[in-house]
């Protein structure tokens, strides 16, 4: 079955510093998709980025980054030179390929400290 | 505005209310889905349908019966819900395209529950 594990409830940076958000996933399937959402305090979510399991560079969006480690089965989120505006709750979620449903972890509220 | 538009932002309701929500997308995307998020809970997955064919109802109890009479509209009808049903109700959509996993969802704003 899949399974999305994002440990860190909460977490503080400092403005201006670069963040990493752990998320580990279990999945069966050899061909699936990772997703990574954030969700500001108004409740709206914004895909952030995607990384497919076979594709060989990590995936990269402006600051956002995807450390993509395929044999630990962990993605986790970089997120380079924070700004207060990034404070949120922010999800990691998985695709099976052919699968309609996308599932989620429980998420990490990110706190950025002026 | 990202294309889903979900009402009503808020509810609030009786247990022996009957109410429904609403999800519109403009996206011309064929797949729409129910997702619940309660605190401390991850995302929950309701109900998915593609090409208004429901393909997951991950065991919703039937007090909640969504309803998806196009590919743009989604319902999610509601009866005789308990306190614990309060929460954010979010819809979204995707296009969904055979055995691909890189469709992102777009979500709507969603509709704050409260069972009273």
């Known amino acids: 079955a899949q399974k999305i594990t994002q440990t860190q409830p909460g977490m503080f940076v400092q403005e201006k510093e670069a963040v990493t958000l752990d998320c580990t996933y279990d999945t069966s399937d050899q061909s699936y998709g990772l997703f990574w959402y954030k969700q500001p305090s108004s409740g709206e979510m914004i895909f952030l980025i995607y990384q497919g399991s076979y594709d060989e560079q990590n995936a990269t969006e402006g600051r956002y980054s995807l450390n993509f480690q395929k044999a630990r089965k962990s993605a986790n989120l970089v997120i380079s030179a924070s700004q207060l505006g990034d404070s949120a709750m922010y999800f990691c979620a998985m695709r099976d390929v052919g699968d309609d449903k996308i599932i989620f972890g429980k998420g990490t509220r990110l706190h950025i400290l002026p | 505005e990202t294309g889903v538009t979900q009402t009503p932002r808020h509810l609030v309701m009786g247990m022996t209310n009957k109410k429904s929500l609403k999800c519109e997308q403009h996206?011309?995307?064929?797949?729409m889905y129910w997702y619940k998020q309660s605190a401390k809970k991850p995302l929950e997955l309701m109900f998915v349908?593609?090409?208004?064919?429901?393909?997951e109802n991950n065991s919703v109890p039937s007090r909640f019966s969504p309803e998806c009479p196009n590919s743009s509209h989604l319902f999610l009808h509601l009866h005789t819900l308990q306190p614990e049903d309060s929460a954010l109700y979010l819809c979204?959509?995707?296009?969904?395209?055979?055995?691909?996993?890189?469709?992102?969802?777009?979500f709507g704003s969603g509709t704050q529950l409260s069972v009273l």
């Open positions: 979204a959509s995707s296009i969904r395209q055979g055995p691909s996993t890189n469709e992102k969802l777009f």
């Open positions: 996206l011309g995307h064929n797949a």
């Open positions: 349908y593609n090409f208004k064919e429901q393909t």
